[in-house]
């Protein structure tokens, strides 16, 4: 990418915002984003332009990418004016394609490849690592669950609080397969989160876990709320030599998202709540999760919740989902759970609960998924 000057870069996010809130104001002169035609629900173009030059932990980033192509087409949006801009977009239909392919080419790899938590294509010993994963996970964390406190099941003790834990990756483990994904975190940082950063031994690690009640894990991993990453500068002072050094910590606060909170959402403690890592007594042995990862998991949330292309995402996937299993002949339209057990019966726990998330109705997830898994695991069809 080719380097300019950051006051140049932060005069150039505060423009398009400018441009981009005239357009929204100006009612439906773009187009809007329509991801698939297996659904019919749509985004407003601006809004999620908007979105990302508001969120993007990298905005500079995300408007010089954004420059590049409208250049292509004409428009420079830090050489002409605001009203030239916008006058442009309204009447060169060139130009208001330009957009619609940006956000639609931003939509389709970066947000739907981080909202894909299926077990990566290359990864043969998957299950092992996650296995590996939850023991240190716990070991960190003290067997429990940073946010709801529970503690697990086969450790608590008879006055703990106690569930079921299951093991989160902050970011997708798939996203390693997918170079063009990676290419976008990138710029999307602003460098912070380079390919290698998301290659398979670099993302199944402990710095990318959590271990956190099953009754809350669904919506993290659908960022319907996040964990936000606060840098603390702590200075000490040193009387002998009367010098000071500075070390960097962070605090994690609970940040709940979604504007449509479903079930279990209550069990989450309220907003802004401080969570604790390395509470184990060997809890500093083992190494934390990556703040950079938090911010990308907490700056997604926040864009798909703004643009609604969460909401969108998920119920292309369930689209795509009942799509797959007719066609298969397990089930007829109106479909029964039930009947998906022979196409999940190989698949492994976590993500078998996944699959039923999708064929059941939202109030039934917390006591039907569940019920579902321990059903098969006890005639035989699952194995834990």
């Known amino acids: 990418m080719e380097t300019r000057n950051e006051v140049y870069l932060e005069f150039a996010v505060t423009r398009l915002k ?22 019919i629900s749509e985004m407003n173009t601006a809004l999620f332009v908007i979105a990302f030059l508001n969120w993007a932990i990298s905005p500079r980033s995300i408007a010089y990418d954004l420059m590049r192509v409208l250049a292509r087409v004409g428009i420079y949006v830090m050489d002409q004016t605001v009203d030239f801009v916008v006058d442009s977009l309204c009447r060169r239909r060139e130009a208001r394609d330009a957009v619609l392919l940006w956000a639609h080419f931003w939509c389709l790899n970066f947000l ?8 990566p294509k290359t990864e043969t010993d998957f299950s092992h690592k996650i296995r590996l994963l939850r023991y240190l996970a716990t070991q960190r964390d003290s067997n429990r669950c940073i946010v709801t406190g529970v503690h697990d099941i086969f450790s608590a003790s008879s006055l703990e609080p106690s569930g079921v834990l299951t093991p989160v990756h902050i970011i997708p483990a798939r996203i390693q397969d997918n170079q063009v994904a990676k290419h976008l975190i990138q710029i999307f940082t602003g460098g912070r989160i380079p390919p290698r950063r998301l290659s398979p031994e670099n993302i199944d690690t402990c710095d990318n876990i959590l271990m956190l009640s099953t009754s809350i894990s669904t919506t993290f991993e659908q960022y319907r709320w996040s964990i936000k990453p606060e840098l603390q500068r702590n200075i000490t002072f040193s009387d002998s030599t009367a010098s000071s050094r500075s070390s960097n910590t962070y605090n994690y606060t609970l940040a709940k998202v979604s504007m449509h909170q479903v079930q279990p959402i209550h069990l989450i403690p309220p907003s802004h709540s401080q969570l604790h890592f390395s509470t184990g007594p060997e809890g500093h042995l083992f190494k934390g999760p990556d703040p950079i990862l938090f911010a990308l998991h907490f700056s997604l949330a926040q864009i798909l ?11 292309l996937q369930h ?18 759970p039930a009947a998906v057990v022979v196409f999940v019966r190989n698949l492994s726990r976590d993500y078998l609960k996944r699959t039923l998330d999708w064929a059941v109705e939202p109030g039934e997830l917390v006591r039907g998924r569940d019920e579902e898994v321990q059903r098969l695991v006890a005639g035989g069809v699952l194995s834990m």
């Open 18 to 39: 400018e441009i981009f809130r005239s357009m929204l104001s100006k009612g439906p002169v773009l187009p809007d984003l329509r991801i698939s035609n297996a659904i």
């Open 112 to 119: 739907f490849p981080l909202m894909d938590r299926q077990t």
């Open 305 to 315: 919740d703004a643009t609604q292309a969460g909401r969108i995402i998920l119920e």
């Open 319 to 336: 689209a795509e989902w009942r799509f797959l299993v007719q066609k298969r002949g397990l089930v007829e339209p109106g479909y029964d």
